[in-house]
């Protein structure tokens, strides 16, 4: 309570407190009375505990008491404020300067006049929610209720601010707990290669050179898991992983690639330092480890690298030289860790060689589209095609897509390649009239300005109309620009396009990808799915991402189905559609029509159309 007249505090004392028995109660009550009505005759109303209530006879004592109570951890609740209160800062300041301080606080302004208008205190005192007016005389029930209901409803949103912050805070836990799940290997606990490839890819475009990088292939590995098992692999990857952990500094990085196949990320300039340490890890690679009861020997071959050896090379272009150490050492005899050398690089001549006959690929003939079987979940039977690029160089026989794609998107070569897939999948389709036709786009080629008319000309040009055609994005391409994007994807959903995501869960997947970016479908990465059985949580976050897809009415293409129980476990997950060798390798465009066109002549036009899935990359 805040007033410069004494009597007026005392008032507010003998209406707020219970009876303290005084001899002066009854002046009080004549004062009260005086000031506040006919105080007897009001409703009784629940009094306030002597300690609930501070009474200040200025501004800037109230303004420190709102300090100190702050400072306990004891915040006052509402705050009475006179108006007029020479010599010192008047209400409206005393106000402003309280809300400043607690932004949470109940102020109420008390005054028989004022220099102030309404709108002038809630301009600095506000917000409106939270000060409220009272003008004198006024009964001093008034004054009680209005103290009590404040004072409740400071208490209210107390808890409901506390249960919101509760909830925020499981929300960020269960979001931490997801990325994790997302950037690290199920089995080991290792960050994935998706994480391993991003801390490597950071460092590099930073310009930090002050690093060894070294890739670790284990020996005979194949033969614990043929003879044992794979549950005996699994935990011999385990013991593995655990061991290279102990065996370089905490600080470094030691990711599972995939299979049985390690990364290291080691701070150091030193040659001799890197070889020591990635000698311990051959040599605790070559330990004998325990497994259900059986002593088995296994061992590793390490290629690796200084950063600060090369000056301009990128994150793809030190784990390829990596590789090419990799590949030395095991050449070599295996069990030990190769240093890769210039000289080995014969890599850059080849990649030199693939781009100059890329750009004569096309004119040549010598790219060609084969295509795969798509399979419906309920019926087993195929529903689309996904069509693969492939090519067949003069010099160099067949050229794996994940060889030449990778050179196309670094040359630029890839528009040329991408919009040349997209007409010939486009004409192809129109032997299979029902079917989807699904063009994935690189990241380099959903970049380009003219990407939605493109688009439309070539569907124009070859009759197929824009509902039959899905475009798979990556989340590269998502990433890069995600407001421009966001837009594109609009454009392109609005002229009747659909949108899918490719490889949801291996790069930076999450529930908020697909709740921004407009999106008809999502295909689950083939690293999930080889997962069933042997992984814990595979068979979990699959059937997590059937049923948000479920929820938010997408389809689902789970890749790379190749035994009876994993296509009988995505079936029971939910996943709508099914591909892999399970159902039919790629065929070229003759074998595909006579597999295709003839089940297309038996169905009825009316049926709806399933999906076609086309990718300018690998499988």
Sequence with gaps: MVDDERAVLDAYKHILTPSSGQPQEDALRQLANSLFSDVASTPKVPALAETEVTYCCQGLEAVEAIKRSLAEGAPFKVAFIDIRMPPGIDGKETARQIRRIDPNINLVIVSAYSDHNVTDISAVAGPPDKI???????????????????ANRWDFDTRQLEALKSKVNELAASEARARHIASHDFLTGAPNRMSFQRSLTDRVRSGDKGFALALLDLDRFKHVNDTFGHGAGDDLLTNVYQSIREQVPPSAIVARLGGDEFAIIIDTTSIE??????????DVCARRHSIYGNTVQIGGSIGWLLASSF??????????????????????????????????????????????????????????????????????????????????????????PTVFIPIAEESGLIHEIGDWVVRRALEDSLNWPEYFISINLSPR?????????????????????????????????????????????????????????DDFGTGYSSLLNVKNFGLDCI?????????????????????????????????????????????????????????????????????????????????????????????????
């Design 132 to 150: 409220f007016y009272i003008s004198k005389p006024f009964d001093a029930a008034e004054i009680t209720q209005m103290a009590t209901a404040l």
């Design 523 to 619: 295909k689950i990465d083939k690293s999930f799915v080889e997962g069933l059985g042997t992984e814990p949580n595979a068979a979990a976050i699959i059937n997590s991402i059937a049923h948000l897809a479920k929820g938010l009415g997408l389809t689902v293409v789970a890749e790379g189905v190749e035994t009876d129980a994993q296509c009988q476990a995505l079936r029971l997950v939910g996943c709508s559609h099914l591909q892999g060798f399970l159902f039919g390798a790629a065929e070229e465009l003759t074998q595909a029509n006579l597999r295709y066109a003839g089940r297309s002549a038996l169905k009825a036009s009316a049926n709806p159309p399933p999906l076609l899935v086309v990718h300018s990359a690998a499988n």
């Design 311 to 400: 000056e301009s090379s990128s994150a793809v272009d030190l784990m390829r030289f990596c590789d090419v150490a990799l590949y030395a050492a095991k050449k070599d005899g295996r069990s030990i860790a190769f240093l890769f050398d210039a000289a080995m690089d014969e890599s850059t001549k080849f990649k030199q060689s693939i781009e100059s006959g890329l750009k004569h690929a096309i004119t040549q003939g010598e790219l060609a589209v084969h295509y795969q079987p798509i399979i419906d979940r309920n019926t087993l039977e195929p529903v689309g095609v996904e069509a693969l690029l492939r090519w067949t160089s003069p010099v160099h026989g067949p050229v794996s």
């Design 273 to 282: 330092e890197a070889r020591k340490i990635f000698s311990s890890v051959i």
């Design 445 to 501: 080629q959903f970049r380009r300005v003219d990407l939605v008319e493109s688009l439309c000309q070539h569907a124009l040009a070859a009759g197929v109309p824009h509902s039959r055609v899905q475009l798979e994005i990556t989340e590269t391409a998502l990433f890069d620009d995600a407001s421009r994007a966001s837009s594109v994807l609009a454009e392109l959903q609005s002229l009747g396009f659909r949108i899918a995501l």
